[in-house]
């Protein structure tokens, strides 16, 4: 189906046919396009491994384009994880670190619980390899540290990151990935509140 | 590579031929080829995606014998899983539930950080669903829930299956799945120190 949103092209060639716009737009355009076949891909579910060919079919591009660009499948869902995963959540800043952690909590439990995500998050696992796998978890991790710093500069002695990792973002984790159980914000809380009562 | 323990076979016709041997021995054979292929191609790490015409390539079968017994990528990863998770680790019963739970976070430690399982779990993840989610954490959990059920037949009042699974195994499974930092003995012993001071 085509994205309503986008604007009439003129009679649409085959992708690698030059159309006239700026090379950046165009690019721009593709990579638009194949995150976003990416991103329907892993939902589908069917079982089948992601390949480049499938993602350009689904995306309307040359496969030799996205080979050329991403190189293989896990590069690509690195960078669909990458962008995702970057850059779209505050640091909750409540006053406390209580009220921080919860909220953090609160908040990726909601986003594992959203199918597109956790499909996204299941197949970069599945062929992303490190660099996808520091993808999905890279930005949660920074957030943690500027939750713990606030504290810190509140002059209090907050649990290490370490700590705070294994308590509170691996079960988030290992329930969304691995399990079928809900993430209820009772359940996130009580993550919490066992945290700090070590 | 031919498998050296496998017994010389009559001229070897194409694998969908009769060669008179039993079907159920030939299946046997076509299994282990395949589950061995699966195993081999998850840790090439080359970042594509996992496809049936590659697994029946380099297990030396044809692609329409896998589609017909596995159906899927997902479905024969999850089968692998399943048979690689299932019943080759000994429940520890060392006389008291720290002692029991010490020695299964080693162990679980040791064998995610073994990188033929971590590969394997990690594509599983990826590709095989709910159904490959629940054979890399079944036994795991089984073996959890024998470990406290043990605590309780000695009269004492073990911590959840719920809470012991968020302290101990889920920090096993996010760290070995989502980082590169190592899964040492202390650090698998603090996991159980937590749990055992809430």
């Given amino acids: 189906m085509p994205a309503p949103t986008s604007p009439p092209s003129s009679t649409g060639g085959p992708a690698g046919g030059p159309t006239g716009s700026r090379p950046g737009g165009r690019s721009a355009r593709v990579r638009v396009a194949v995150h976003r076949a990416v991103q329907e891909l892993v ?3 069917t079982g089948e491994g992601l390949t480049i060919p499938v993602v350009a079919a689904r995306a309307g591009v040359h496969a030799t384009t996205v080979y050329r660009r991403w190189g293989s499948v896990g590069e690509l869902l690195a960078d669909v994880a990458t962008s995702r995963f970057s850059g779209d959540i505050v640091v909750p800043d409540t006053g406390s670190l209580r009220g921080d952690l919860e909220r953090y909590a609160f908040d990726l439990a909601k986003d594992l619980g959203d199918p597109d995500t ?6 970069t696992i599945g062929t992303g390899g490190e660099q996808g796998a520091a993808a999905c978890r890279g930005e949660r991790q920074r957030q943690l540290e500027a939750i713990l710093g606030r504290e810190q500069a509140r002059g209090e002695e907050p649990p290490s990151l370490e700590r705070t990792t ?3 973002l691996a079960p988030l ?4 990935v691995f399990t079928d159980d809900p993430l209820t914000p009772d359940w ?5 509140a066992h945290l700090l009562a070590d």
Avoid: M
């Fill in 173 to 176: 984790y290992y329930r969304a």
């Fill in 166 to 168: 294994d308590a509170v």
């Fill in 118 to 123: 956790l499909a996204l998050v299941r197949a």
């Fill in 43 to 45: 939902v589908d579910e």
């Fill in 188 to 192: 996130a809380r009580g993550l919490v």
